[in-house]
């Protein structure tokens, strides 16, 4: 196989990947749309494994904060 044709293979790949991640993207947010319209409240919650150490904290990145608020949940609520 060539070099070219392998790297187009490749790309193939990642646009076919890069699509459905936007599907689902959009899936979800119109899921949670549904789900509010519903009057209902949503969340995302972390719990640790048993017998996992308790988490010591953690940050949510900038990329972390914008998928929460494509899908209308506040990342920064208390």
């Known amino acids: ?36 319209k519903c009057g209902a409240e949503t969340g995302i919650f972390f ?3 048993r017998g996992a150490q308790p988490p010591t904290g953690f940050e949510l990145t900038e990329q972390d904060r914008d998928f929460l608020r494509s899908l209308s949940i506040r990342p920064d609520r208390d």
């Not at 689902?24 to 949670?32: E, G, I, K, L």
């Open 47 to 49: 719990a640790r494994g």
């Open 1 to 36: 196989m060539s070099s070219d044709a392998h790297v187009d293979r490749l790309m193939g790949k990642l646009m076919r990947a890069v699509e459905v991640s936007l599907e689902a993207t959009a899936a979800a947010r119109d899921a949670v749309a549904e789900v509010l």
